[in-house]
T-cell receptor, first 112, second 116 residues
Framework: RKEVEQDPGPFNVPEGATVAFNCTYS??????FFWYRQDCRKEPKLLMS???SGNEDGRFTAQLNRASQYISLLIRDSKLSDSATYLC?????????????FGSGTRLSIRP | SAVISQKPSRDICQRGTSLTIQCQVD?????MFWYRQQPGQSLTLIAT?????????ESGFVIDKFPISRPNLTFSTLTVSNMSPEDSSIYLC?????????????FGPGTRLTVL
């Protein structure tokens, strides 16, 4: 079983739609969780961290479910500029010195 | 945050040769990481590069193939040795600035390597 698993997509949704991605992780001791965004031929960039209580940043909402070991990302009122690959990232140890593990990414395409 | 540059941005190399990729950070950081992203795939960690010590390699990666230098807190190099077409990939360096309360990693723009 992969340490971090995501639905690869692609998700193809119309502009203005709401779309949600899920990601599961296998290490129950994992402490830090992130969503990164990667545009085509660009490096990954942090979209948002995922906190235990859930957190929202504008149109983006991230949730963590420790009991089921999954995190989710919800995008409301999607824009054309949201088209990208979304990477679920897990830091298995509560330390900035540890490695992070990337999921395979979920491709999102927003159509006009 | 951290600003990271990589050189070269891309290269086309012949089988059997070696390429050294440079990563420069605009601030001093303890932890630097090297990743590989093969076409259509996600990122795979090659090694963690700590200043003043040997790099720590992940399973499937060895020092003879991917030697790493970390001479100071703002610079690192990754060499891809004795290249084969299977090494064609994007190589990215990243840093964890260790900002309090954040475990974000910042990535360089990547080096796109094609081996013929």
């Amino acid at each position: 079983r992969k340490e971090v698993e995501q639905d690869p997509g692609p998700f193809n949704v119309p502009e203005g739609a709401t779309v949600a991605f899920n990601c599961t992780y296998s290490n129950s001791a994992s402490q830090s969780f992130f969503w990164y965004r990667q545009d085509c031929r660009k490096e990954p960039k942090l979209l948002m961290s995922v906190y235990s209580s859930g957190n929202e940043d504008g149109r983006f909402t991230a949730q963590l479910n420790r009991a089921s070991q999954y995190i989710s990302l919800l995008i409301r009122d999607s824009k054309l500029s949201d088209s990208a690959t979304y990477l679920c990232v897990v830091n298995p140890i509560y330390s900035s010195a540890s490695k992070i593990i990337f999921g395979s990414g979920t491709r999102l395409s927003i159509r006009p | 945050s951290a600003v990271i540059s990589q050189k070269p941005s891309r290269d086309i190399c012949q089988r059997g040769t070696s390429l050294t990729i440079q990563c420069q950070v605009d601030s001093q950081v303890t932890m630097m990481f090297w990743y590989r992203q093969q076409p259509g795939q996600s990122l795979t960690l090659i090694a963690t590069a700590n200043q003043g010590s040997e790099a720590t390699y992940e399973s499937g990666f060895v020092i003879d193939k991917f030697p790493i230098s970390r001479p100071n807190l703002t610079f690192s190099t990754l060499t891809v040795s004795n290249m084969s077409p299977e090494d064609s990939s994007i190589y990215l360096c990243s840093v964890d600035p260790g900002t309090s309360g954040s475990y974000e990693q910042f990535f360089g723009p990547g080096t796109r390597l094609t081996v013929l």
